[in-house]
């Protein structure tokens, strides 16, 4: 849910209203400088960050199962999961295609 247009001119001109051209204009620069900020303050942060080993730690990390199919198989041996494999190469080849001709 976000602002449309014309609740935004409403809500500028509410707060032109209020506060006046200057303190705004005054509101709106420390806003971006502040913005600003934060982001050097990131950047400066995810420079002194060790990736390398951040990225072998999330590697190490086990995945976790979206679904319950991905549950299963994260669960099976690797003997369970060569037995489903058959199991559904055969049942495949087995099942007649079946087709409808329209006449």
Known sequence: MGMH??????LVGI????FG???LNSMARNAGKGVSQVKNAKDKLM?????EEIARVTESI???PLNPQ???RMLMTPDQREAVKKE????????PVETKVDA
């Open 5 to 10: 247009l014309p609740e935004l001119i409403v």
């Open 15 to 18: 707060a032109l209203a209020i």
């Open 21 to 23: 051209p200057k303190t």
């Open 47 to 51: 420079a002194e960050l060790p990736m």
């Open 62 to 64: 086990p995945q976790v």
């Open 70 to 72: 991905q549950a299963v």
């Open 88 to 95: 559904r190469g055969t049942t495949t080849a087995e099942k």
